[in-house]
């Protein structure tokens, strides 16, 4: 996974909508390989969906509000969505997975 030190940080909530569409469905693997590609990355720190499945948040690492645009416009569901996002000034948060060396 890439370093993600020194980038700033926005959270982006997504407001999804009331009527979930087939189309919408039908997207969803897509939306997954993107997600994933990000995370490896370092592009996506975290990605969360509200139970009610009416939002979904996403904290991305970015070295340009321009870059953070164009990553969410890479997400195969933005088109259904409406987004706000806001610059943060960290994020914390605990993994419970150890770490692995590939060497």
């Known amino acids: 996974m890439s370093d993600t030190g020194g ?5 982006v909530e997504f407001t999804l909508p009331h009527d979930f569409t087939r ?6 693997p897509e939306q997954r ?4 590609r990000h995370f490896y990355n370092g592009k996506i720190l975290s990605y969360t969906l509200a139970s009610d499945r009416s ?3 996403s904290v991305f690492v970015c070295n340009s509000e321009a870059e953070l ?4 416009e ?3 569901m933005t088109r259904f969505f409406d ?10 948060m605990v993994s419970h997975f150890p770490s692995f060396s590939l060497n």
């Not at 189309?23 to 969803?28: K, N, S, V």
């Not at 645009?69 to 969410?72: G, S, T």
């Not at 987004?83 to 914390?92: A, C, D, K, M, T």
């Open 7 to 11: 980038n700033t940080r926005f959270m």
């Open 23 to 28: 189309e919408m469905a039908d997207t969803i």
């Open 33 to 36: 390989v993107v997600v994933d």
């Open 55 to 57: 939002k979904l948040w």
């Open 69 to 72: 645009i164009n990553l969410i």
């Open 74 to 76: 890479s997400l195969p």
């Open 83 to 92: 987004y706000n996002y806001s610059q943060i000034l960290f994020h914390e």
